[in-house]
């Protein structure tokens, strides 16, 4: 089979289908066989009364029968249900019974489209493959997955990022007290890594831009620093993108990484898609990254939860990567998820860089539009990053970091991000902000909301309006006209300044306080901090209010949600510019995780 036929399956989904069209009798997990618990009900409540019954009554004896044609003529069978489903949806309305006991059988069965699903949701039998251990379809379909992705090796997760990155942090901590070091403003879930591995952190804080005030991740001379310092680390991992799109060259970093005999980490949950089209920034692999986490469901395809590592080069341990994988993941893993995993590969390698068309269609319309909507401005780098090359000159996923090299020639301060650490932006991610300063992001979300435009998430400055290769012109349009809407509502005047908008910007930016930054200023990287799974004793600890908790070791870790970058870890000392931090992000509405109070009014510290 070429190349592009292979490409063009789908093989665990494939064996799903057949699964389901050789209706044979399930005697085996899980429990509602196939969707024929609530099919029953069905059963029961059309029976002497609609033509349904006799669809039903037919397709019992229909899975009487054991039939087994290899996965052939799958589609052909997929409307055989359908009348049964579509009947349930009928009866469901309540159009055919009076009677209240029908009417709630009726009610318990889902919709039609669950009932479907419930028809593919299989465990580890024959034909359908094993996560752990995969020798067919599962093992076909991660293959597929790394040629599109341009890895060596790619496995499927059905924990989100999640288990990724607890993975790869207890594959290279592979002793107590392993040292590793890690860009401080990460997702929760590497701490969580750190906790199980009883890890001991170095904190690499991130560079700054200045114009916006956003945190982008570490530059490569406080890396360097780092390596230095610590040259018996386990390794570094950072986060790029961040929730906002903004990223950098990785190229220098993972340089450092390597020539210290390092593997690089990241957590590239938000960048699925960097490195399949020309407008997009490049991906974590072809910079040289050595593991690399990516969250498919967030900006491709599928399911939610469904997730891929990535994995390049000698440096990483793949035996003992894939013990931590069994540990981590359930040993009853969705199948639907990693149908889904499949079919956003497939998508994706079978149209390449056209699966984007539309999507990048859709932003483009809306920057367009935005454009004549002074009050609102977009975030944008100041010194754009050449992208990959366009399609046809390069394998954009799986092209080498000497080639990367090459698109990046002559673009040297890309080779210092101190200079210009934020040089390549998410298309998909727009950022916008109220210039004119009425409208907090908080504020500004709200309002979207009431006009049925929903954010990823916002700040207390920004929204992240987040696009994907299924958004549409008409979604475009409507969030222009909820944004007219809003502009008129709230009464703003035309914007008059000689000024550039990244200069309006960058005068409040001293002051601005992101749910992404976390940084503590004045330090390059921080001394180990340990992590571990015991317990902080209740007894040992005090509340006290947050506005006199600055120099108090904290007891508890504070996370502003989304993204879910903690602000304190157990153990840290608070100072007083992240009490004002936290304090301005509760004042403005923000959630937080792992605090006992909830208010953020106190917080929970050690006693001394």
């Not at 909301?449 to 290769?469: K, Q």
Request: proline share 6%; hydrophobic share 40%.
């Amino acid at each position: 089979m070429d190349h592009k036929n292979k490409s063009s399956r789908a093989p665990l989904y494939e064996a799903l289908l057949a699964y389901r069209d050789s209706k044979q009798r399930s005697f085996h997990v899980p429990g509602h066989k196939n969707g024929q618990a609530y099919r029953h009900l069905l059963e029961q409540a059309e029976a002497g009364t609609t033509p349904a019954k006799d669809i039903v009554n037919e397709e019992h004896q229909h899975n009487g029968e054991i039939q087994n044609d290899g996965g052939k003529n799958v589609n052909q069978k997929v409307e055989r249900f359908s009348s049964v489903y579509e009947h349930g949806a009928d009866l469901a309305s309540g159009k055919h019974f009076g009677d209240e006991g029908i009417r709630l059988e009726i009610e318990l069965t889902p919709v039609r489209s669950f009932l479907e699903m419930m028809e593919m949701d299989v465990t580890e039998i024959t034909g359908t493959d094993d996560l752990h251990h995969p020798e067919g379809v599962i093992q076909e379909a991660q293959e597929l997955a790394a040629d599109c992705f341009g890895a060596e090796e790619s496995f499927f997760l059905v924990g989100g990022s999640t288990a990724g990155n607890l993975s790869l942090l207890l594959t290279v901590c592979d002793e107590p007290n392993s040292i590793v070091l890690v860009q401080r403003n990460v997702h929760k879930s590497v701490i969580h890594g750190l906790m199980l591995a009883g890890a001991r952190a170095v904190f690499l804080e991130p560079w700054v831009d200045p114009v916006s005030g956003l945190a982008v991740m570490p530059s490569v001379e406080t890396v360097q620093a780092a390596v230095q310092s610590y040259p018996e680390a386990k390794g570094v991992l950072v986060t790029l993108p961040n929730y906002y799109g903004m990223g950098a060259d990785l190229t220098p970093i993972a340089e450092v990484c390597h020539a210290a005999g390092m593997p690089l980490l990241v957590d590239e949950a938000h960048g699925a898609h960097y490195g399949q089209h020309p407008e997009l920034p490049v991906s974590a692999l072809s910079c040289g990254a050595d593991g690399v986490v990516q969250s498919t469901h967030k900006m491709l395809t599928a399911f939610t939860m469904g997730a891929m590592l990535h994995i390049q080069g000698p440096r990483l341990n793949r035996s003992l990567l894939r013990q931590r994988l069994a540990m981590v993941q359930s040993s009853s893993p969705s199948y639907p998820v990693m149908a889904s995993l499949d079919l956003a590969r497939r998508l994706l390698h079978v149209q390449g860089a056209n699966t984007f068309t539309a999507g990048l269609a859709a932003v483009n319309a809306f920057k367009r539009g935005l454009a004549e909507l002074p009050p609102f401005q977009l975030l944008q780098p100041a010194q754009p990053l050449q992208q990959e090359p366009p399609a046809g000159t390069a394998k954009p996923a799986g092209m080498s970091v000497s080639a990367a090299q090459q698109t990046r020639e002559g673009l040297t301060a890309a080779a210092k991000p101190s200079a210009a650490g934020y040089t390549a932006q998410d298309p998909f991610k727009a950022v916008i902000y109220d210039g004119t300063g009425v409208l907090s992001g908080y504020g500004l979300q709200q309002q979207l909301e009431a006009c049925g435009c929903v954010p990823e998430m916002s700040d207390e400055r920004y929204v992240v309006l987040l696009f994907s290769l299924g958004s549409t012109v008409q979604d475009a349009q409507h969030l222009l006209q909820a944004l007219h809407h809003i502009s008129s509502a709230n009464g703003h005047e035309q914007v008059q300044s000689n000024a550039a908008p990244s200069h309006q910007l960058a005068k409040g930016s001293a002051h601005y306080i992101s749910t992404w930054n976390n940084l503590q200023e004045k330090t390059r990287y921080s001394e180990p901090i340990s992590f571990t799974l015991q317990p902080i004793v209740e007894m040992d600890t005090i509340n006290v209010p947050i506005e006199e908790s600055a120099g108090c070791r904290s007891a508890e870790m504070v996370v502003p949600y989304p993204p879910g970058i903690p602000l304190v870890y157990p153990g840290e000392r608070i100072s007083t510019s992240m009490v004002a931090r936290i304090q301005l992000l509760r004042d403005e509405g923000a959630k937080f995780h792992g605090v006992s109070d909830a208010s953020l009014q106190s917080l929970r510290v050690m006693k001394e």
